[in-house]
């Protein structure tokens, strides 16, 4: 069964670079099969999706974000990451990794989440 | 790209059904198969409960179905147990090859 755990810092201050980890175990991020994702979560809100990179390396984001936003894959570690530069108060969110389905574009296994607060 | 619209609650007797509506355009939920629903308890992760508007994945209870008219999808859940009481999510594939999420409904079990 795949589980994936997100890491990274709790707390930022404003302009900083976002640097989250999401390390997968029980499937290989090569095999090809799925778009490896991730989604935020503001206190309280709802969801929004942040972008996925594929086993390939190819990547796709959100318009909203793609002039901050960088995802980068490690094979050998079987990680994914997230770079989201110059970040404001607005960016405070749960940030999940979720491993979607190539063939149904559902988002199948979530890791649990990481609480990030942007504050001065 | 707009989220989809949900109604912010709804609410249920244990045993009752109750409907949630997702509604979104020609561009999402009207035009693709791959509308998907998400049970998440306060604290916890999002759990997928249907996918392609109307499956289910293994483990889910026979009680969570899906369907999709036009622009908008559905989930049912029959039997109300108290368990089910959660937000509840739902997300569409798009025309320009991204995601988008529903703004959730709070399901209350009276």
């Known amino acids: 069964q795949v589980q994936l755990q997100e890491s990274g810092p709790g707390l930022m201050k404003p302009s900083q670079t976002l640097s989250l980890t999401c390390t997968v175990s029980g499937d290989s991020i090569s095999s090809g099969s799925y778009y490896w994702n991730w989604i935020r979560q503001t206190p309280g809100k709802g969801l929004e999706w942040i972008g996925y990179?594929?086993?390939?390396?190819?990547?796709y984001y959100n318009p909203s974000l793609r002039s901050r936003l960088s995802i980068s894959v490690d094979t050998s570690k079987n990680q994914f990451s997230l770079d989201l530069r110059s970040v404001t108060a607005a960016d405070t969110a749960f940030y999940y990794c979720?491993?979607?389905?190539?063939?149904?574009?559902?988002?199948?296994?979530w890791g649990q989440g990481t609480l990030v607060t942007v504050s001065s | 790209q707009s989220a989809l619209t949900q109604p912010a609650s709804v609410s249920g007797s244990p045993g009752q059904s109750i409907t949630i509506s997702c509604t979104g355009t020609s561009s999402d939920v009207g035009g693709y198969k791959y509308v998907s629903w998400y049970q998440q308890h306060p604290g916890r992760a999002p759990k997928l409960m249907i996918f392609d508007v109307n499956n289910r994945p293994s483990g889910v209870s026979n009680r969570f179905s899906g369907s999709k008219s036009g622009n908008t999808a559905s989930l049912t859940i029959s039997g109300l147990q108290a368990e089910d009481e959660s937000d509840y999510y739902c997300s569409s594939y798009t025309s320009s090859s991204t995601w988008v999420f529903g703004g959730g409904t709070k399901l209350t079990v009276l």
């Open positions: 979720a491993r979607a389905s190539y063939w149904s574009k559902n988002f199948d296994s």
């Open positions: 990179i594929y086993s390939s390396g190819g990547t």
